[in-house]
C-alpha cells in the first residue's frame, strides 16, 4: 500500500506544476533554468530499493537528477551549467532542448565542491565521449588543483577538452549582462573549498548554495544575504533527522528544511517566499509535492524547486 501511495504521489510530481513555477522572462532577459533537484545520489538513489525509491525504479518519468542550473542568456547567444553531475548526458539534453546550440554557445561551467554529485559529470567532455575542445570549467583554486592533479580529470585538462578558470571568493565574473559571485560556504571539504554563488542578472538575482553544513557556521547571516537577492536556492538535503535511520546524521552535515524554515519563521512574506528548497535526499518527502511536508512547506510561504522551473535574472 505504501508503495503504491507513493507511486502516486510521484506521478502527480510527473504531471502537476510546482508551486511558484509560474515565473516567466521577457523574450531577451537571461534566467536560470532548473535540470535537477536531487542530492549527490540522485532520486532513486543506487542500492535503495525500499518502498520510497521503487517508483523511481519502475517508472521513469518519476525519476529526479542531481542538482544543477542551466544559465540562458537570449541577448548574448551563451548558456552556462552549474554544476556537472552524474546526470550530465540527461541534463546536458535538456539544456539543448531549451537552448539549442545552433543558437547558444556553451560557455563554461561553473562549479560549487569535489563531492560527486557536483563534478563528476565532467567525465564527459572527455575524448571518449564529446572530444569536447577547451570548454570553460570555472572553480576555486583547491577544486582546480584536485582536477589537474588527479586522474581521471587531469587528463580533461592535458588533452585540452577543458580550460579551468580561476574563481576567488566575493569576486565577480562577468559574462555579459549578468555576473557570477562566489561565496565559500562551510562543508566537508575533503578535496576542495566549497562556493555558492550570486548570479546577478540585469534585473534580478539569485543565490545557489546545494551544500552546507549548518547556516550558524557562516559568517554570513541568511536573512542579511536574502536581503540581496531575489531567489535563494538553498541546501534542503534533509528534511528531518528520520530520514537517515541507522547512519550518524553527524557525519552528513546539512541544515534540516525544518531548522531553515525556523530561522526565517518570523521574516516577511516576501522573503520568505524568496526561497526555493533545492539539492533532495532520495528518502526527503519534499520530493513528492503532495506530500505532507510539502504543503507545509508552501503553506508557509516558501517554495520547492522542480525540474523545469525557469527564474529570470
Not at 589537474?148 to 585538462?157: E, H, M, T
Request: aromatic share 10%.
Amino acid at each position: 500500500m505504501r508503495s503504491l501511495v507513493l507511486l502516486l504521489l510521484g506521478w502527480i510530481a510527473a504531471v502537476a506544476p510546482a508551486a511558484g513555477a509560474e515565473v516567466s522572462a521577457a523574450p531577451d532577459e537571461p534566467y536560470l533554468y532548473v535540470l535537477g533537484i536531487a542530492q549527490d545520489g540522485s532520486y532513486p538513489q543506487a542500492g535503495c530499493f525500499k518502498p520510497h525509491c521503487m517508483p523511481g525504479w519502475e517508472h521513469e518519468d518519476l525519476r529526479h537528477p542531481v542538482v544543477s542550473l542551466g544559465l540562458v542568456d537570449p541577448r548574448a547567444g551563451t548558456k552556462y551549467l552549474f554544476e556537472a553531475t552524474p546526470d550530465f548526458p540527461r541534463q546536458f539534453y535538456a539544456l539543448e532542448k531549451e537552448a539549442p546550440s545552433a543558437r547558444y554557445a556553451l560557455g563554461g561551467v561553473f562549479l560549487t565542491h569535489a563531492h560527486i554529485g557536483h563534478y563528476a559529470g565532467l567525465m564527459h567532455f572527455g575524448h571518449e565521449v564529446m572530444g569536447a575542445r577547451d570548454v570553460p570549467v570555472y572553480a576555486m583554486p583547491r577544486m582546480r588543483r584536485f582536477l589537474d592533479d588527479n586522474g581521471p580529470w587531469s587528463q580533461l585538462v592535458a588533452f585540452g577538452n577543458i580550460a579551468l578558470k580561476p574563481l576567488e571568493a566575493d569576486v565577480p565574473v562577468v559574462l555579459g549582462d549578468v555576473t557570477v559571485t562566489p561565496l565559500q560556504v562551510p562543508h566537508r571539504d575533503e578535496f576542495s573549498e566549497t562556493v555558492g554563488f550570486v548570479i546577478r542578472g540585469p534585473g534580478r538575482s539569485a543565490l545557489f548554495i546545494p551544500d552546507i553544513d549548518v547556516w550558524e557556521k557562516w559568517e554570513r547571516p541568511l536573512r542579511e544575504v536574502l536581503e540581496g537577492v531575489d531567489y535563494a536556492l538553498v541546501d534542503a538535503t534533509f528534511y528531518s533527522m528520520d530520514e537517515l535511520p541507522g547512519r550518524d546524521m553527524s557525519r552528513v552535515p546539512h541544515p534540516l528544511v525544518q531548522h531553515t524554515m525556523a530561522l526565517l519563521a518570523d521574516a516577511p512574506a516576501s522573503e520568505r517566499a524568496k526561497v526555493w528548497f533545492i539539492h533532495m535526499n532520495h528518502g526527503n518527502p519534499l520530493l513528492w509535492p503532495d506530500s505532507p511536508e510539502s504543503h507545509a512547506v508552501r503553506d508557509a510561504g516558501f517554495n520547492i524547486a522542480r525540474e523545469g522551473q525557469r527564474l529570470p535574472l
